[in-house]
Protein backbone atom coordinates (compact mmCIF):
# COMPACT_ATOMS: atom_id res chain seq x y z
CA UNK A 1 0.00 0.00 0.00
CA UNK A 2 1.07 3.38 -1.19
CA UNK A 3 1.62 6.25 1.31
CA UNK A 4 2.81 9.83 1.55
CA UNK A 5 2.82 11.52 4.91
CA UNK A 6 2.92 14.86 5.32
CA UNK A 7 4.29 16.50 8.58
CA UNK A 8 5.58 19.52 9.90
CA UNK A 9 2.79 21.84 9.61
CA UNK A 10 1.61 24.48 11.81
CA UNK A 11 0.67 28.09 13.21
CA UNK A 12 3.36 30.51 12.65
CA UNK A 13 3.77 33.89 12.10
CA UNK A 14 4.55 36.15 9.02
CA UNK A 15 8.46 36.33 8.48
CA UNK A 16 9.10 33.39 10.67
CA UNK A 17 9.96 29.45 8.79
CA UNK A 18 8.94 26.18 8.49
CA UNK A 19 9.74 22.69 7.36
CA UNK A 20 7.86 20.26 5.20
CA UNK A 21 8.85 16.69 5.10
CA UNK A 22 6.40 13.99 3.19
CA UNK A 23 7.78 10.60 4.11
CA UNK A 24 6.61 7.77 1.63
CA UNK A 25 5.58 4.35 2.04
CA UNK A 26 5.19 1.26 -0.46
CA UNK A 27 6.79 2.85 -3.30
CA UNK A 28 10.56 4.23 -3.82
CA UNK A 29 10.79 7.99 -3.71
CA UNK A 30 13.88 8.01 -5.69
CA UNK A 31 12.65 6.54 -8.72
CA UNK A 32 9.62 9.10 -8.74
CA UNK A 33 9.07 12.93 -9.64
CA UNK A 34 8.54 14.66 -6.34
CA UNK A 35 6.06 18.16 -5.79
CA UNK A 36 4.51 20.37 -3.08
CA UNK A 37 1.16 21.57 -3.91
CA UNK A 38 -1.74 23.78 -1.69
CA UNK A 39 -5.32 24.59 -1.52
CA UNK A 40 -7.23 26.87 0.36
CA UNK A 41 -11.18 26.66 0.47
CA UNK A 42 -12.95 27.31 -2.72
CA UNK A 43 -9.48 27.28 -4.48
CA UNK A 44 -8.23 25.25 -7.03
CA UNK A 45 -5.17 23.02 -5.63
CA UNK A 46 -1.77 25.13 -6.57
CA UNK A 47 1.43 24.23 -7.44
CA UNK A 48 4.21 25.08 -5.41
CA UNK A 49 7.92 23.20 -6.46
CA UNK A 50 8.79 19.73 -8.27
CA UNK A 51 11.78 18.01 -7.75
CA UNK A 52 13.55 15.91 -10.74
CA UNK A 53 13.94 12.13 -9.20
CA UNK A 54 18.06 12.73 -8.32
CA UNK A 55 17.19 16.08 -7.04
CA UNK A 56 19.30 17.44 -9.31
CA UNK A 57 16.95 19.73 -10.69
CA UNK A 58 14.05 22.03 -9.12
CA UNK A 59 11.20 24.50 -10.17
CA UNK A 60 9.06 26.92 -8.39
CA UNK A 61 5.94 28.54 -8.49
CA UNK A 62 6.89 32.50 -8.69
CA UNK A 63 4.94 33.07 -5.47
CA UNK A 64 7.74 31.26 -3.53
CA UNK A 65 10.49 32.00 -5.57
CA UNK A 66 13.61 32.55 -3.72
CA UNK A 67 11.57 31.88 -0.26
CA UNK A 68 10.81 28.11 -0.51
CA UNK A 69 13.31 25.34 -1.05
CA UNK A 70 12.72 21.86 -2.19
CA UNK A 71 14.46 19.23 -1.81
CA UNK A 72 14.38 15.09 -1.32
CA UNK A 73 16.78 12.21 0.76
CA UNK A 74 16.38 9.29 -1.64
CA UNK A 75 18.04 7.23 1.75
CA UNK A 76 15.57 8.34 4.11
CA UNK A 77 12.40 8.20 0.85
CA UNK A 78 11.22 11.34 1.86
CA UNK A 79 10.94 15.14 0.17
CA UNK A 80 11.25 18.21 2.33
CA UNK A 81 9.63 21.98 1.65
CA UNK A 82 11.64 24.83 3.59
CA UNK A 83 9.54 27.21 3.58
CA UNK A 84 11.05 30.68 4.88
CA UNK A 85 9.92 34.35 5.03
CA UNK A 86 6.48 32.97 5.35
CA UNK A 87 3.33 35.29 4.17
CA UNK A 88 0.28 35.17 5.20
CA UNK A 89 -1.14 34.45 1.97
CA UNK A 90 0.99 31.17 2.44
CA UNK A 91 -1.89 30.00 4.50
CA UNK A 92 -2.87 26.71 3.31
CA UNK A 93 -3.36 22.95 2.98
CA UNK A 94 0.17 21.70 1.71
CA UNK A 95 -0.09 18.66 -0.23
CA UNK A 96 2.98 16.37 -1.33
CA UNK A 97 2.58 14.57 -4.75
CA UNK A 98 4.98 11.56 -7.03
CA UNK A 99 4.52 11.31 -10.32
CA UNK A 100 4.53 7.82 -11.89
CA UNK A 101 7.60 5.78 -11.95
CA UNK A 102 8.85 6.21 -15.79
CA UNK A 103 8.04 9.73 -15.95
CA UNK A 104 11.38 11.89 -15.67
CA UNK A 105 9.64 15.86 -16.52
CA UNK A 106 8.29 17.66 -13.58
CA UNK A 107 4.63 19.03 -13.90
CA UNK A 108 3.18 22.03 -12.33
CA UNK A 109 -0.56 19.86 -13.06
CA UNK A 110 -1.55 18.40 -10.21
CA UNK A 111 -3.39 15.89 -12.63
CA UNK A 112 -0.21 14.84 -13.61
CA UNK A 113 1.03 13.38 -10.28
CA UNK A 114 -0.33 9.73 -9.25
CA UNK A 115 0.07 9.71 -5.57
CA UNK A 116 -0.82 12.00 -2.98
CA UNK A 117 -0.29 12.60 1.09
CA UNK A 118 -3.12 13.70 3.18
CA UNK A 119 -2.06 17.38 3.80
CA UNK A 120 -1.00 19.34 6.36
CA UNK A 121 -2.08 22.84 7.55
CA UNK A 122 -0.02 26.11 7.35
CA UNK A 123 -1.28 28.82 8.95
CA UNK A 124 0.75 32.18 8.79
CA UNK A 125 -0.57 35.51 11.03
CA UNK A 126 0.05 38.65 9.98
Known amino acids: QVQLVETGGGLVQAGDSLRLACAASGLTFSTRVGGWFRQTPGKEREFVAAITRSGGNTYYADSVKGRFTISRDNVKNTVYLQMDSLKPEDTAVYYC???????????????????WGQGTQVTVSS
Open 97 to 115: AARRQIVAEMSTTPNEYTY
